[in-house]
């Protein structure tokens, strides 16, 4: 538990040391990590996607036409990550690009038939994902989506200052 006593010592203490395992940002950071890893075995085995190329089928089939960069915007992956998902999906006949009316250097993506018919066979298996997750949490799910918002609020807002 952080009080003002801690916070006092860690911050007039040059020797204090961060507990990794306690740091929120840490924490966040590998609990998505393993949810994330742990989805993969949902979706993974049946359609071999990787992680990335999940999250641009997945921005795709709920966005329907969106740009590369506005898929790495959204899923906040890096545009490399974007860019090879998105060959990858293209590859398999599951994306098209078309050049984009507004700026002619940037292209349009949607999923072909085959892109959605796989969107459509996972995304049922995704909600009862996340439903087991609620469930195993019961009554704290609440409290936590609560708090995801907030954190996202804030995380926006210091984005939004940076800028």
């Given at each position: 538990?952080?009080t003002?006593?801690?916070?006092?010592?860690?911050?007039?203490?040059?020797?204090?040391?961060?507990?990794?395992?306690?740091?929120?940002?840490?924490?966040?950071?590998?609990?998505?990590?393993?949810?994330s890893?742990?989805?993969?075995?949902?979706?993974?085995?049946h359609?071999?996607?990787?992680?990335?190329?999940?999250?641009?089928?997945?921005?795709?089939?709920?966005?329907e036409?969106?740009?590369?960069?506005?898929?790495?915007?959204?899923?906040?992956?890096?545009?490399?990550?974007?860019?090879?998902?998105?060959?990858?999906?293209?590859?398999?006949?599951?994306?098209?690009?078309?050049?984009?009316?507004?700026?002619?250097?940037?292209?349009?993506?949607?999923?072909?038939?085959?892109?959605?018919?796989?969107?459509?066979q996972?995304?049922?298996?995704?909600?009862?994902?996340?439903?087991?997750?609620?469930?195993?949490?019961?009554?704290?799910?609440k409290?936590l989506?609560?708090?995801?918002?907030?954190?996202?609020?804030?995380?926006?807002?210091?984005?939004?200052?940076?800028?």
């Amino acid at each position: 538990m952080v009080t003002i006593v801690t916070i006092y010592f860690v911050t007039n203490n040059p020797m204090a040391k961060l507990e990794l395992e306690a740091f929120l940002p840490y924490r966040l950071n590998r609990i998505a990590a393993a949810i994330s890893q742990d989805f993969r075995a949902v979706y993974g085995p049946h359609h071999d996607l990787t992680i990335p190329e999940w999250r641009v089928l997945a921005t795709l089939g709920q966005f329907e036409a969106m740009s590369a960069k506005d898929i790495g915007r959204h899923s906040a992956m890096h545009k490399t990550k974007v860019s090879r998902a998105v060959q990858a999906l293209e590859e398999r006949r599951w994306l098209r690009r078309r050049a984009s009316e507004e700026d002619r250097r940037e292209e349009i993506l949607t999923l072909t038939a085959q892109g959605q018919k796989a969107y459509r066979q996972i995304v049922p298996k995704a909600l009862a994902f996340e439903r087991q997750i609620l469930d195993q949490l019961g009554p704290e799910a609440k409290p936590l989506l609560e708090g995801l918002t907030r954190l996202e609020e804030i995380a926006a807002r210091a984005k939004d200052e940076q800028s």
